[in-house]
Every structure is written in C-alpha cells, then in structure tokens.
C-alpha cells in the first residue's frame, strides 16, 4: 500500500534525523518537520477519515506507531543530548577553586580622620547631632555674627584668604555654631568637624585643617557641664589617666572663655624629657568658653532664658600629640608611606 510505505519513508528519515542531531535546537527543528502541526505524518493522520474502512485500520496503525517510534527516538535523543550540554557548561564555567586569590590593598583612616572620628563618635554617644557649614563663608557669619566686626583688630590675627563677593575661606569652623542656632530652637547639642584655612604654613600650621566646634545651648547651662564634657572626652581620646585644667584666656564669642589642657597622656607630668609635652606636663588642647550673649541674641536666642557653652579643638594637633608626629605638613603630602603607618 502506497501510503504505508510513504509513512515508513518518512519514519526513517525522521529516525534518522533524531539520531544525527547534534543539539538540543537541531533535536527541536526535527520534531516540528516530522511531528509537527503541518508535518506530511500529521496530514496523514488527518486525512485518515477519508479512507475505505479497510484503509482506514491499516494506515492509522501504522501512522501511529511511526509517530511513537519517533517520539521515542526524539525522548532518548534529547535526554543524551542534554546531559552532554550540561557537562559541557560546567566544563566551561568551571572555577578553579585552587588559583590564589587576587590581592586587594586595604586602604586605612588618614590620622586626623581618626581624631576626628573618635571625638565626634563620643559626643554622637552623649546625644549630640552632627553640624556642616559651608568652607567658603560669608564675612558676615566667619566673623562680625561671632563678636568680630568689620575693622576689628581680631580680624588681621586671623590670616585670612580673601574670595569674591565677601566671602571668605572660613577661618574656623565658629560660624557652624551660628547657622545652627539660626537652624533649630534651643536646646542644642551639636559637634562640627570640618576643613579651616588660613594663610599660614610651618611645622605646627598648614593653609588647610581641620577644626570641631562644639555647641550646647540649653536652660542652665553652666562652664561646670563645660569642663565635665570636655574632661570626659579628653579620656576617651587620650586614655582613662588623663585629667584636664581650665586657663582663662579671651576670644570674641565667649564670655569667660578658656582654654583647655590635658594632662600629658604620655608622662602625667613626671619625666622632664617627655617627648610628647616636653616637660611641661600638660597638653594644649583646645579654646572654649560660655557663649557670648550678644552672639546668643545674634542667632535668635534669648540670653535671658538659655545659657550655652562652645569649644573648638584642632584634631590634627591633637593626632600629632597622640602619634607623636613632628609636622603637620607631612598629614596633607599625601606620601603613602607616611600615611600607611596609622
Ligand atoms: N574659633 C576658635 C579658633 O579658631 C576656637 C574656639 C575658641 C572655638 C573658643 C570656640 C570657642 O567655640 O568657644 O581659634
């Protein structure tokens, strides 16, 4: 019968198609020609119904068991063929475990970077927020808010560098203290780390440094909470030995304004050769004082009813004092071999 025989053909060469195939695409291209919707199988399996009776049975048996002798074929074909792709991948994607890593350098914290981390990680801890301004100032807020005015003899000692437009590149990080006073109502409690700059350059003074003001303002406050603040901060940085003693001494923004000593961390005061203070047993350390209640009434807050207190303390000093570094150029070179050694 001329149908069977045309259904054999097309078995065979299915059969063989299967079996050469050699992915799982070609597998797939195979399937739709000879099982497909209108693969000539498939027309033949359709065409059944116009067949004598006799016909009829003899065709669609064999119709059927060539499509399920294909489709076994296609099973077993696309089994093999999809471990072997699989090895196949994971030979390629293989990771040799084995190899040595890649080195990767670690980097470290420049020393001011780690003062001043320190010093504004133990005032966050008493609840103070964190404070920024802006490096290129207004006149007004770098000086004449703090008590300096235009034409006071404080301004020449300040060494400024001079912008466009009156502005200037802060001399200290005072002005934060004002702006965040204008910012929020009392009560305050907030450090500000940040870059200085003044026209200076030896040993112990570089054009840029750094600086953390300090401010509290608040009902009845007093230099008493001053001194207990900054004599528990002094421990934190420099060790649980060290006690700290107020000097009087005079800035624009505070009244009375201090200065602050550490006791040498090193030697307490007990060996005349201390490289670290030098004999002298103590430890410049920073300038504060009661906030002037002219620079109170300046920033909107009345003087009758809050009392506040500032400090501002210079991190790179205090890093060279801790390290025992002997120039302060040598922070702002940017040698990695001075600056791997912290
Ligand atoms: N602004 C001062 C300076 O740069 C440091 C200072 C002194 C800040 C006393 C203060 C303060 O807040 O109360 O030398």
Redesign the pocket.
Do not use: I, R, Y
């Given at each position: 019968m001329a149908v069977n025989g045309r259904i054999e053909e097309l078995k065979n060469a299915a059969l063989s198609a299967v079996r050469g195939a050699e992915s799982t695409a070609a597998l797939e291209d195979a399937r739709v020609r000879y099982l497909g919707r209108s693969a000539e199988l498939t027309e033949i399996k359709k065409s059944i119904g116009t067949l004598s009776p006799d016909e009829r049975k003899e065709v669609g048996r064999s119709a059927n068991l060539a499509s399920r002798e294909i489709e076994g074929a296609l099973e077993a074909k696309t089994a093999q063929l999809s471990a072997g792709e699989r090895e196949e991948r994971l030979r390629a994607e293989a990771v040799d475990v084995t190899l040595p890593g890649v080195p990767h350098p670690r980097g470290n914290l420049h020393p001011s970077q780690r003062i001043i981390d320190e010093v504004v990680d133990f005032f966050v801890g008493l609840g103070y927020g964190v404070a920024e301004g802006p490096e290129a100032e207004t006149d007004y807020y770098n000086f004449t808010a703090?008590g300096i005015p235009p034409g006071h003899p404080a301004r020449t000692m300040?060494d400024t560098f001079f912008l466009d437009d009156g502005l200037v590149l802060r001399?200290?990080?005072?002005p934060v203290?004002v702006r965040t006073m204008l910012s929020q109502p009392p009560p305050v409690y907030v450090v500000c780390p940040g870059r200085?700059y003044r026209r200076d350059s030896d040993p112990t003074h570089t054009p840029m440094f750094h600086?953390i003001?300090?401010?509290a303002v608040d009902r009845g406050l007093t230099l008493g909470h001053l001194k207990g603040t900054l004599a528990a901060m002094a421990r934190h940085v420099f060790g649980d030995d060290v006690t700290v003693r107020l000097r009087p001494?005079y800035?624009q923004?505070?009244e009375p304004?201090v200065e602050l000593d550490v006791s040498c961390f090193r030697c307490g005061g007990s060996d005349p050769n201390c490289k670290v203070c030098k004999g002298a047993g103590w430890l410049e350390m920073?300038?504060?004082?009661m906030?002037d209640p002219g620079v109170l009434e300046e920033a909107g807050v009345d003087p009758e009813e809050y009392t506040g207190?500032?400090?501002?303390?210079?991190p790179d000093r205090m890093a060279m004092a801790k390290y025992g570094i002997p120039d302060l150029r040598l922070f702002f070179e940017g040698d990695l071999r001075f600056l791997r050694q912290f």
């Open positions: 703090l300040q001399t200290h990080t005072s203290q200085t600086q003001e300090g401010l001494s800035f923004f505070t304004s920073l300038g504060a004082g906030v207190f500032a400090f501002g303390m210079g």
